[in-house]
């Protein structure tokens, strides 16, 4: 199994600004993913983070709106650009332990309120 | 475009009464469907993976089976501690890359 450890766990942000969640895995891991679960909806992929490369975006989703880092096999952050109400939701970073990409580990989760 | 539905939006149970969670999914090929349960905070666990029609898989007391169209969650004689969402998600043979995609759960209760 891995442990997976992310920050904030909850933060209330002001329209405008830009807030980075952190996330660190306890062991390496070659794929690592960052979901959202907006309230009352099913969660949704917005971006594959492999080491080394690029994010890969799911659709409607940009990275303008969401950079994302992976600088190592054991860390990510996910920003949230220019924020607005909208964008309040869980974020949440996960990663496949095994060669099964379905099967995943997931953080507890940002709780970001959009004010 | 890939689909999940899952039934019904709530479910409340008394402690061992057995019930079944649906989950209806639309998907171009299948990869794998999932399950996984999230408690309030947290982020989900996953329970179980399922490949092809026919396939059951069990845990403690929960056993989750599959056809070609849906996917069935059964509780058997539930406690209170299975309280929980439970959330059902497909992995499609022709989706690039590995995007899971979830329904919205059923959110299970257990009084005892």
């Known amino acids: 199994s891995a442990v997976i450890s992310q920050k904030p766990s909850r933060d209330i942000c002001q329209r405008g600004t830009s807030l980075t969640i952190q996330c660190q895995v306890d062991?390496?891991?070659?794929?690592m993913f960052w979901y959202r679960q907006q309230p009352g909806q099913s969660l949704t992929l917005i971006a594959t983070?492999?080491?080394?490369?690029?994010?890969?975006?799911e659709s409607g989703f940009v990275i303008d709106k969401f950079p994302i880092s992976r600088p190592n096999l054991t860390f990510s952050t996910l920003t949230v650009s220019n924020m607005s109400p909208e964008d309040s939701s869980i974020y949440l970073c996960?990663?496949?332990?095994?060669?099964?990409?379905?099967?995943?580990?997931f953080g507890e989760g940002s709780r970001l309120t959009v004010l | 475009e890939d689909q999940v539905t899952q039934s019904p939006e709530a479910l409340r149970l008394q402690e061992g009464e057995s019930s079944s969670l649906n989950c209806s999914y639309t998907?171009?090929?299948?990869?794998?469907l999932f399950w996984y349960r999230q408690d309030p905070g947290k982020g989900p666990e996953f329970l179980f993976t399922l490949y092809s029609a026919g396939e059951e898989k069990e845990k403690e007391r929960l056993k989750a089976t599959l056809t070609k169209k849906e996917s069935f969650l059964h509780i058997t004689a539930p406690k209170p501690e299975d309280s929980a969402t439970y959330l059902c998600?497909?992995?499609?043979?022709?989706?690039?890359?590995?995007?899971?995609?979830f329904g919205e759960g059923t959110q299970l209760t257990v009084n005892p």
């Open positions: 998907v171009s090929g299948l990869r794998g």
């Open positions: 998600a497909v992995q499609a043979s022709e989706t690039s890359g590995s995007r899971l995609t």
């Open positions: 996960s990663v496949a332990w095994g060669t099964n990409t379905g099967e995943l580990f």
């Open positions: 983070a492999n080491q080394g490369s690029e994010a890969t975006y």
């Open positions: 062991s390496q891991v070659t794929m």
